[in-house]
């Protein structure tokens, strides 16, 4: 592939990453949202479940990427070249940007834990790292920060709470019949016990 395409496919990917982020971010304050109205309605069913845990857990699972560790850390030891709090002790920098740097590093060292190429390439870019040296064509890792990315925003989108979110109230009482039933529960056993 030359150069001019393999930059235009990267630009893209990059571009579609961001905005599964932003579609993720959203997603996730909706779910919450969805969430809280789920509980209130479904939570007494649950109090002898974990269901409702699960749900919240699955809000709040960091996003796992297959990319090789050994490529996220080479450019992380650049990153931290420029942003480790010890490298910038006797720089003569503003305390703004010195915060802004160690910023940068916290988010740099999450993102290589997640193993996510594509922030650790942004912060590389916004600290003007080249790293063509280092990956020349790395946009297999950003497909792959693609995919998860959208797996997540559609692992929110099918849970119940989502579900039930979107179900018109005409058909809550059918929905809620048929979620509860799918889980082993019975509302009429449940509201005998009590």
Same mark, same amino acid.
């Given at each position: 592939?030359?150069?001019?395409?393999?930059?235009?496919?990267?630009?893209?990917?990059? @571009? *579609?990453?961001?905005?599964?982020?932003?579609?993720? =971010?959203?997603?996730?304050?909706?779910?919450?949202?969805?969430?809280?109205?789920?509980?209130?309605?479904?939570? =007494?069913?649950?109090?002898?479940?974990?269901?409702?845990?699960?749900?919240?857990?699955?809000?709040?699972?960091?996003?796992?990427?297959?990319?090789?560790?050994?490529?996220? #850390?080479?450019?992380?030891?650049?990153?931290? *070249?420029?942003? @480790?709090?010890?490298?910038?002790?006797?720089? #003569?920098?503003? *305390?703004?940007? @010195?915060?802004?740097?160690?910023?940068?590093?916290?988010?740099?060292?999450?993102?290589?834990?997640?193993?996510?190429?594509?922030?650790?390439?942004?912060?590389?870019? =916004?600290?003007?790292?080249?790293?063509?040296?280092?990956?020349?064509?790395?946009?297999?890792?950003?497909?792959?920060?693609?995919?998860?990315?959208?797996?997540?925003?559609?692992?929110?989108?099918?849970?119940?709470?989502? *579900?039930?979110?979107?179900?018109? =109230?005409?058909?809550?009482?059918?929905?809620?019949?048929?979620?509860?039933?799918?889980?082993?529960?019975?509302?009429?056993?449940?509201?005998?016990?009590?």
């Amino acid at each position: 592939m030359n150069d001019k395409l393999l930059e235009l496919k990267r630009k893209k990917l990059q @571009h *579609q990453i961001l905005y599964l982020k932003t579609e993720l =971010e959203e997603t996730t304050f909706i779910f919450n949202d969805s969430l809280v109205e789920f509980e209130k309605e479904f939570g =007494e069913y649950f109090r002898k479940k974990k269901t409702s845990k699960d749900a919240k857990r699955v809000a709040t699972d960091p996003i796992e990427y297959d990319i090789p560790e050994k490529d996220v #850390n080479i450019v992380f030891k650049k990153i931290a *070249q420029k942003t @480790h709090p010890d490298k910038l002790e006797n720089k #003569n920098i503003s *305390q703004v940007r @010195h915060n802004k740097l160690v910023d940068l590093y916290k988010e740099a060292l999450g993102s290589v834990k997640n193993k996510d190429w594509s922030r650790v390439m942004e912060i590389a870019m =916004e600290l003007g790292i080249d790293i063509s040296k280092i990956k020349k064509d790395d946009s297999k890792y950003l497909e792959e920060s693609v995919k998860k990315l959208t797996e997540k925003i559609h692992e929110l989108k099918g849970t119940y709470a989502w *579900q039930w979110k979107d179900t018109p =109230e005409e058909n809550k009482e059918i929905v809620k019949e048929g979620m509860l039933k799918s889980l082993g529960l019975n509302i009429n056993e449940e509201k005998n016990d009590e």
